[in-house]
């Protein structure tokens, strides 16, 4: 006890010695950010694409309007409600969800769309790159059946196995299993992590594996995934669930703004509204926080000096 | 469902209960060939019952717009914001917390020692430093921040209920019941309703933590009111005592040491749901677990883990010596020392406040990163060396039992299932084990679910039994051998602690997206608790019987099987208890890496309002199954239970 | 069926504390059992088989005078915690009456109570039942705390208790670091520090050692002689019963089987159940001369030494068998008998 007394004695005076010494708390202030933008909420979806969107624009309502941007990490569903509790001002990649627009917009108008961001969204059933070079064939949906002792697993009783992702999507796949008279069982992986890492293993140690996937997404700057072409869309043949025979709609991934920010004002509205940009460059600003590691803040930094002139067409200079 | 009371039974053991039970399973199976898949009650991934859309409809009615729930979400809030100026955010107009990393530090410390000893301030002072050096002080102040709220909220309301269990059998049979529903039922059902009610903020996740965190304190507390000596109560009250001095000068201090092992256990609760709440918007370190795991990097969610878990060493470590202090240490002297030592905390304090060193954590000495990459190689060498054998054994684990058994119970129609399984619980556990089987079979039937039920069913009796047997084992070897104790504490700690998220990933390179993997996470999960509750059983067993039976010359076999299991009964029972709820605590995590089933639906539900009303049947289809095996187990262990029990003399 | 139970009056009695027809039952509905002549007839097996109830205390009715050291004695299981908790109502009793000092205790409400616990009774335990968090001085304090005398005052009282028992020194230690003997000085100074009318005892002496034991038993003989307290003892060791007791109540399965002094029980014991239960007792030890005259034969000289009919057998032996002559036992000049050598060798080389 005694030898813990003089310790803490000397701690304090090597404390006060050294400490006398050191730089003080709120020697630099930083400049305090002016302009006339305000504070907004804006959610983050938990996929890296969206990571990259939000800190694009984050990055750039700071530095140039001098906005306070609140990041807020929701799953989308709950970002959705935010609108309506004043929680979320900003959603910046929306993946369709007729049935959410037509609750919070149509019925509550708690949000208001904000137009597309340029990326365009891919959903449909996807190979290892392995596969398609071994089977050039697996690609056509026809043959599907022919290999459907390939994907045999634990899982799929006997079937082929379908892997299924992220519980957030809706997907059409029991019903397309069903209508084109596949042999095939869907099995749920539950999630977006347990399907990148099957593709990963499937790549890397030569399993088959057919599995729903989406572009664009990071993994992509990975593996490139080759997809297998369904039946081709057209308009309204997914419009009854239980009877979808052909491949998913084209997404315009779009942005979604609450009621009470597009009504506000701010310079802010204005740069989410104009903000577009193309599936390229969300890859590329996502390979850099996935794969290089960079904050999401150092990459948004990196791209935006390389591509002044397209973040000026946002800012309406 | 740990109901900790026992009486006596008259016993009344029928022939050979074993044969009966044979009888009934080869009856079934020889039905599941001749009527399956009649009345399977199968329901599609995207279909849903009339009940799922009602429920649906009907989310949105609670909670909008009341000035209660909002008196309450303000207060919250303000609670944890006020705790993270303090510590982990920018506040009052300075670009660092109120307090920087050494006041934080000084402070633990001195809190540690003033409450527990010098052991646990040095541990205290040193796990901090841990997690400021891997880089993620700031983080783990948030989580500590939130976690010190949702742990005094939960104290706030779990003593007093506590107290009122502990005194009114009444209150005791509700609170069970009620406890068990707040245990069970998947936080994932009720995370996305609560941001409805408390909005998406810091009092969501406060409140998705204490639901989840608050029972095992009134548990443990009206535990503690129970076991104090009756003749202390007795002395007290022929003194003529009222009852509010009974309470409060008896009872409530002679609960301390287990009240205060119930506050443990609520930090380690509230600890767990760090990376949930982070799916609401929870700051902190479980947000750092789900960022890594997006980009499946398993090193930084390792890194954040690893933090996680020593705060809750720590922590751990802390409240245990708290409540061993024994009650004779408060002396002259160390209140000297204690006062000498606050104003030591009162010069960090000022330090940290006033130099940029003090407040901010060093950054140059990082070794997050390494870390990290240690975590990586090891995770990708582990997957290298054992990628083969492991798919070997997961499809010979699925194919030999996990399928067979799926099929028996998802191919016979329900009303067979039904029939059996309430026969089996009779055989079993008599009408207490038979009347809540047929009541929970029947909802199950109700909440349209059925099928992924006995999917679900079916991994939950696989994974439990796994369960039971490494943690019987493991737990009577640490019982057993006092150096394996103290070895095997950490890792059981770190196991229960450790967000199941950061292992998902190499479990999932290891054995694909399968109901095996998703068995295997549970195991890990639920064997820590399991073998802990056996050890302690096995070391409460009086030496006096280990020694008599070691006297007339037993080989250890024989103690363990004739002694020691048997004496320390009631400690399996709650050990299989716990380890059954453990595992279904984990349903909803399996439902992501591939389990399907209930857990899947659970998860759909809070990601898709479609399948909202699916989601929170799923969820309590959960608890069904929770409640009908527990039951059924507890009724089981009080029929074989032949000898009674030390206090059970009226 | 059923019965209503009748007491005496009241005012019938001149005990200080007095039982009348005490039932305590355990069970379903156990109101039923003492007001039912045919369920109070039943023995213990008989009465659980179709009641489901135990009856711990059956139909006791005693008095206990002041100033008395009364014994209630039986084997584990005979009820006699059981009678002692019911006498302070810790423990409800099921039917009968309770009156102290000419109060009916049964009608005594929770107020009332707790007042007469505060002053009249209390109690010393067979674990001891103290506080382990407080220290001993604390402990002994606490039944002066709780009825709210100052702090200055009932540390000058605990301090006197503490001096009487013999624990001066240790006031400032917890309970945790005292021998079990000194724990339950502990346990006897927090019953006398609120100076009561009567202290009960549990078994106070049975968790100790033979050695501490008997040191404590004769600090009660001590005490008692010094503070002169009304106690009523429960015991279920027979030689401690006869070392501190003035009369002895001798119970089995919750009832009465011979209530008397200590040498009415060795001396006539009820039945064969009171025989079997003094039949280790050194008689010597526990009878007196008045036990074992007889009449003079007509040959027997009546010149012997007188002595008294109190004196204890072992006290007289010596000089019953030096003098050569039958001793005359002579009670207030009337002569009872006499006794020999063969009467004192009978009694002295016993066993039985």
């Known amino acids: 006890m005694k030898k813990l007394r003089y310790a803490g004695v000397l701690t304090a005076v090597a404390l006060a010695l050294t400490g006398c ?134 899982e799929s009783g006997g079937k082929g196995q379908l892997l299924d992702g992220d519980p957030s999507y809706v997907t059409n796949d029991e019903a397309l299993v069903k209508n084109l008279s596949l042999n095939y069982k869907v099995v749920q992986s539950g999630s977006e992590t347990a399907l990148i890492q099957a593709f990963r293993d499937a790549e890397k140690n030569k399993k088959p594996l057919l599995a729903y996937f989406y572009e664009p997404q990071w993994f992509f700057n990975e593996v490139k995934l080759v997809k297998i072409n369904l039946p081709a869309y057209k308009t309204g043949c997914d419009a009854v669930p239980a009877k979808v025979a052909c491949d998913y709609p084209p997404y315009d991934l779009d942005k979604i703004v609450s009621k009470k920010f597009a009504d506000s004002g701010s310079p802010a509205y204005d740069l989410v509204k104009n903000f577009k940009w193309t599936n390229e460059d969300q890859n590329a600003v996502a390979r850099m926080i996935a794969v290089d590691k960079l904050t999401p803040d150092a990459a948004a930094e990196k791209w935006v000096k390389d591509n002044q002139s397209t973040v000026n067409t946002w800012l309406g200079k | 469902m740990a109901s900790i009371t026992g009486s006596v039974e008259i016993e009344v053991r029928r022939p050979r209960r074993s044969v009966v039970v044979g009888v009934v399973l080869v009856v079934w199976v020889a039905a599941y060939f001749v009527l399956r898949g009649i009345d399977t009650l199968v329901l599609g991934g995207q279909e849903t019952t ?101 742990v005094l909220l939960s104290l706030l309301v779990a003593i007093p209920l506590g107290i009122w269990a502990g005194l009114s059998d009444r209150a005791f049979k509700v609170a069970t019941l009620v406890l068990d529903l707040m245990q069970t039922l998947p936080t994932f059902v009720y995370l996305a309703p609560l941001t409805l009610f408390f909005a998406i903020g810091p009092a969501a996740a406060t409140i998705a933590t204490l639901i989840y965190a608050a029972p095992p304190a009134v548990r443990l507390t009206a535990h503690a009111i129970r076991s104090v000596p009756p003749e202390s109560v007795e002395a007290a009250r022929s003194l003529g005592s009222t009852r509010g001095q009974t309470l409060t000068k008896v009872l409530l201090p002679m609960s301390r040491s287990t009240v205060v092992v119930g506050i443990n256990q609520t930090i ?383 | ?135 001993v001085i604390d402990n002994v304090s606490y039944g002066l705390e709780i009825r709210g005398e100052s702090k200055p005052d009932r540390r000058r009282r605990a301090q006197e208790v503490i001096d009487l028992v013999g624990l001066a020194g240790n006031e400032q230690l917890y309970p945790e670091q005292l021998s079990g003997g000194m724990q339950q000085r502990v346990g006897l100074a927090r019953a006398l520090a609120g100076d009561p009318d009567v202290l009960l005892f549990d078994e106070p002496f049975s968790a100790l050692d033979p050695l501490i034991r008997r040191e404590m038993q004769t600090e009660v003989v001590r005490l008692h002689r010094e503070v002169g307290k009304t106690m009523v003892f429960v015991t279920h060791d027979l030689s401690e019963a006869l070392k501190v007791g003035d009369r002895i109540l001798l119970m089995r399965d919750g009832a009465a089987v011979q209530l008397g002094t200590g040498d009415e029980l060795v001396g006539a014991p009820a039945d064969d159940y009171v025989r079997q239960f003094v039949r280790d007792v050194p008689r010597a030890d526990v009878l007196t001369l008045r036990w074992i005259v007889r009449d003079p034969r007509p040959d027997e000289p009546l010149d012997g030494p007188e002595l008294g009919p109190d004196l204890l057998v072992r006290e007289a032996t010596r000089l019953v068998l030096e003098s050569d002559r039958p001793v005359k036992v002579v009670d207030h000049g009337a002569l009872l008998g006499v006794i020999g050598d063969e009467e004192i060798l009978a009694v002295v080389a016993d066993t039985n």
């Open chain 1, 21 to 154: 010494g050191g730089e003080k708390v709120g020697a630099d202030k930083p400049a305090a950010a002016g302009k006339d933008c305000g504070t907004f909420n804006l959610t983050v979806s938990p996929w890296v694409g969206y990571e990259a969107n939000a800190a694009v624009v984050s990055y750039v309502a700071t530095k140039d309007l001098g906005c306070k941007v609140v990041e807020k990490n929701l799953k989308e569903e709950i970002a959705w409600q935010g609108f309506s509790t004043g929680e979320v001002d900003v959603n910046l990649e929306n993946w369709g969800h007729e049935d959410l627009k037509q609750k919070y917009i149509t019925d509550d108008k708690v949000a208001v769309e904000a137009g597309s961001t340029g990326v365009k969204g891919v959903i449909g059933w996807y190979v290892p790159p392995w596969m398609a070079k071994q089977y050039p064939d697996i690609t056509d949906w026809k043959s599907l059946n022919k290999y459907a002792g390939l994907f045999k697993t634990s």
């Open chain 2, 50 to 150: 009339a009940l799922h859309r009602w429920l649906n409809d009907h989310r949105d009615d609670v909670g909008q717009g009341n000035v209660f729930f909002d008196a309450i979400r303000i207060a919250v809030d303000h609670f944890v914001v006020l705790l993270q100026n303090l510590v982990s955010q920018p506040s009052f107009d300075r670009p660092v917390p109120a307090i920087g990393w050494l006041g934080v530090v000084a402070i633990s410390a001195y809190c540690a020692w003033a409450f527990g000893n010098w052991k646990v301030a040095v541990l205290t002072a040193a796990g901090l430093g841990f997690v400021g050096v891997q880089g993620l002080w700031q983080e783990s102040m948030d989580t500590l921040a939130l976690t010190v709220a949702a």
């Open chain 2, 268 to 650: 380690m609760a509230a600890l767990s749901m760090v990376t949930v709440a982070a799916l609401i918007d929870a700051p902190g370190l479980g947000q750092t677990v789900l960022k890594a795991l997006q980009t499946l990097d398993v090193g930084v969610a390792f890194n954040a883990g690893l933090a996680i878990v020593v705060l809750a060493i720590v922590l751990d470590r802390v409240t245990t010596a708290a409540g061993d202090r024994p009650w004779r240490t408060a002396n002259r002297r160390r209140r000297i020392l204690l006062a000498a030592g606050g104003v030591g905390v009162l010069v960090a304090v000022w330090f940290s406040r006033t130099y940029v060193w003090a407040a901010e954590f060093p950054s140059q000495i990082g070794i997050g990163s390494q870390i990290a990459k240690v975590a990586s190689d090891v995770t990708n060498w582990v997957q290298d060396v054992f990628g083969g054998f492991t798919y070997g054994v997961r499809d010979a684990v699925t194919n030999g039992l996990l399928n067979p058994l799926e099929a028996l119970l998802t191919g016979s129609p329900w009303w067979l299932v039904t029939v059996v399984v309430v026969a089996l619980a009779a055989v079993l556990g008599g009408w207490r084990g038979a009347v809540p089987a047929a009541v929970c079979l029947g909802l199950l039937v109700a909440t349209g679910v059925w099928q992924d039920s006995m999917v679900t069913l079916a991994s939950t009796l696989l994974a439990t039994v796994v369960v039971v047997a490494v943690g019987l084992a493991l737990g009577v070897w640490a019982g057993r051998n006092r150096r394996v104790d103290v070895w095997i504490r950490p890792v059981l700690d770190a196991g229960q602690t450790m967000p199941p998220f950061v292992y998902l990933v190499p479990f999932l390179a290891l054995f694909g997206t399968s109901r095996f993997t998703a068995i295997a996470a549970a195991v890990v999960f639920a064997v820590p608790v399991t073998t802990k509750i056996v050890a302690d059983g096995i070391k409460a067993v009086p030496v006096a019987t280990v020694e008599a039976a070691n006297s007339v010359g037993s080989s250890s076999w024989q103690v363990i099987s004739k002694v020691q299991l048997p004496v320390a009964r009631r400690a399996i029972t709650l050990a299989v208890n716990q380890g059954l709820i453990y595992v279904l605590s984990m349903v909803v995590v399996g439902g992501l890496v591939g389990a399907g089933a209930l857990g899947y639906d659970v998860a759909a539900g809070f990601a898709q309002s479609e399948l909202y009303g699916k989601g929170l049947a799923a969820g309590l289809a959960i608890v069904l199954l929770g409640v009908m095996l527990d039951r059924i187990t507890q009724a089981a262990a009080r029929r074989t239970q032949n000898f009674p029990s030390r206090g059970d003399k009226q």
């Open chain 3, 1 to 135: 069926m059923t019965a209503q139970l009748e007491y005496p009056d009241i005012q019938d009695t001149d005990a200080l504390l007095s039982v009348q027809g005490l039932w305590k039952v355990f069970g379903p509905k156990a109101q039923r059992v003492p007001h039912r002549p045919d369920l109070a007839a039943l023995d213990r097996a008989a009465l659980y088989k179709k009641t489901g109830c135990t009856a711990a205390v059956r139909d006791l009715s005693f008095g206990v005078a002041p100033g008395e050291v009364f014994v209630v004695m039986g084997l584990s299981g005979s009820g006699k915690s059981t009678l002692v908790r019911c006498l302070t109502r810790l423990i409800e009793p099921t039917a009968g009456r309770l009156i102290f000092e000419g109060e009916d205790l049964r009608a005594a409400d929770e107020k009332r109570l707790r007042a007469l616990r505060r002053s009249k009774f209390s109690m010393v335990f067979q674990h001891f039942g103290l506080l382990p968090h407080r220290k």
